[in-house]
């Protein structure tokens, strides 16, 4: 696990940072392979996988599976005439409202602790993404990894939750979901602009 400390720094232009320091976890998402449908995430520099993610067309559009115990963790569905997203996690149900207000964010009460965070684009041109709390603190940085096939990018959470358990888990799932869930748009708006 790679605790290194962290400060709250440059994670949002514009904000003034947290003078405290926590400790993070960085952990590598990407595809098991270029054309494969499953995606693996890991601690930097640990081939093990921590969690193994199934994509599919159809619903649940994304299954996950804790490498741990060969239990689903979360279940992630999609649906055809909405844009929200419903997903249950451990047996806990949350879903995810994405919102272009002024730039696009996704909304959700967290089934851990009943907060509402928000996983918020930087910029409206990047893919790089920060989940906020209530209190507009950071809990955790998705960085997208551009350029490559297999590689989605790298996530790091911050506090408490980058020492594991539910809050960990659920910042991993719902990541992924939102990164999963804008791809979807985008594939579906070129598309339809090439009809």
């Known amino acids: 696990m790679n605790k290194q400390k962290y400060q709250f720094t440059n994670i949002i232009p514009n904000e003034t940072a947290a003078s405290e320091v926590y400790p993070s976890r960085t952990l590598e998402i990407q595809h098991q392979g270029k054309l494969s ?71 959700y009460t967290s ?27 950071a809990l955790a940085r998705f960085r997208y990894a551009e350029w490559t096939m297999t590689k989605l990018g790298t996530l790091e959470i911050v506090g408490h939750a980058a020492a594991g358990g539910q809050m960990f888990e659920e910042l991993v799932v719902t990541c992924v979901t939102v990164v999963d869930h804008w791809q979807r748009e985008a594939v579906a708006g070129a598309a339809a602009a090439v009809a």
């Not at 994509?55 to 055809?80: G, W």
Request: hydrophobic share 30%; glycine share 4%; net charge positive.
């Open 111 to 137: 089934p851990t602790t009943s907060a509402v965070l928000t996983w918020k684009f930087d910029r409206w041109t990047s893919m790089d993404m920060v989940c906020l709390d209530e209190r507009g603190m």
């Open 37 to 107: 449908s499953s995606i693996d995430v890991r601690d930097v520099g640990n081939s093990r996988p921590l969690y193994t993610i199934k994509t599919k067309t159809f619903k649940p559009q994304l299954t996950f599976t804790s490498c741990s115990d060969n239990q689903t963790l979360a279940i992630v569905e999609h649906h055809n005439f909405s844009r929200k997203i419903d997903i249950t996690l451990r047996g806990q149900s949350t879903t995810i409202k994405p919102e272009r207000k002024p730039k696009s964010t996704y909304t």
